[in-house]
């Protein structure tokens, strides 16, 4: 079974959008999740990412890149048309609905919201005015923030990414260095690394999911389930800020991910991730290749050389020490905030 198969509708389906949630409650205590089940799946999850990471910088994984250029040569010229578009759509369906703040659980009372999401989508016809509608996302977020608090709005850091993005298109400009797509990127795997902690954290909002959609958890206990789906979510998204191949490869599978849900789940969730879809297909068009400092040739015998790789040394330890270090710290931050915030317990 395949982890997109395996966790397509969980992951694909916010679940604030459509069960009972509350997030002041108290999480389940670290010492819960962090259980044998959940060593097992983090070992095999950087193990793949390394074998992935392996195969890139072999011969395999030069033509595997070449191929993939060729078949995403669209998307990687029309990025900004496809995210723009996606981004109009949104805020139409935002206006048309009336009544919310960026996303479906974001609920107002303000008649001016909706049609500020109106304007923003106007802003997008034009490519002069995209500074405008990136500053009018950021503002819609800010908002939000106000109203529902920061621990809320760090499920949606990629709107703000998604402004930078929009923003510095239409001046034209960079960021330091980085390109707008890579603002954007960042801000995808964070949104999605933060979203899979919930899972683990708080299983139980997803329970009446398993009950009108019986067949989600494929024959699974939902506990394992979620433990499951959230350590594919979270890998896959760390993977969006590896090498090409990976992270490419990673995003085809989110992609899938998204899309497949749609059907079980209905326009909400069409609309709602039209934004994260669109992001992630920029990802997977994008062919700017990795800087590598050192190499180390690595062959198998000599009558495989072809096989060969050139990969860094420190990769072996540097890959599955970042991946521990950010699962670490996204448990980390996301238990200790809402102790701050809430006085929950992390325990």
Request: proline content about 5%; aromatic content about 14%; some cysteine.
């Amino acid at each position: 079974m395949s982890a997109s198969t395996f966790c397509t509708e969980q992951a694909s389906a916010h679940v604030k959008w459509f069960c009972a949630y509350n997030v002041a409650g108290q999480p389940r205590g670290l010492e819960n999740v962090l259980c044998p089940d959940f060593e097992v799946l983090m070992l095999v999850a950087f193990t793949m990412l390394l074998f992935g990471y392996i195969v890139e910088w072999s011969a395999i994984g030069t033509a595997l890149l070449a191929a993939l250029n060729r078949v995403t040569s669209g998307l990687r010229a029309d990025t900004e048309v496809i995210v723009r578009a996606a981004c109009g759509f949104f805020f139409v369906a935002c206006w048309a609905n009336g009544g919310v703040i960026l996303t479906p659980e974001l609920k107002t009372a303000s008649p001016l919201i909706p049609w500020i999401q109106l304007a923003l989508a106007a802003g997008l016809i034009w490519r002069e005015t995209l500074i405008f509608t990136a500053l009018g996302i950021a503002g819609l977020f800010f908002y939000a923030v106000y109203e529902y608090g920061i621990f809320h709005l760090l499920d949606y850091p990629i709107f703000l990414g998604i402004a930078a993005y929009l923003g510095l298109t239409g001046l034209n400009r960079d960021f330091f260095g980085m390109r707008p797509l890579d603002l954007m990127r960042y801000s995808a795997a964070v949104t999605l690394m933060w979203a899979s902690v919930e899972k683990w954290a708080y299983p139980q909002w997803t329970y009446p999911l398993f009950v009108t959609h019986p067949d989600m958890s494929f024959g699974f206990t939902p506990e394992f389930y979620l433990r499951a789906a959230g350590m594919v979510e979270f890998t896959l998204s760390f993977a969006l800020i590896l090498t090409p191949l990976v992270r490419r490869v990673a995003a085809i599978i989110l992609c899938t991910m998204f899309v497949a849900a749609v059907p079980e789940f209905g326009k909400i969730d069409a609309i709602g991730h039209a934004p994260i879809i669109a992001v992630i297909l920029g990802i997977i068009g994008d062919d700017a290749p990795s800087r590598r400092l050192v190499h180390l040739r690595l062959g198998i015998k000599e009558n495989l050389a072809r096989f060969k790789v050139a990969i860094s040394g420190w990769d072996f330890l540097l890959i599955p020490a970042a991946y521990c270090a950010a699962l670490a710290c996204f448990l980390v931050a996301y238990y200790a905030l809402h102790s701050v915030l809430y006085g929950t317990h992390i325990a």
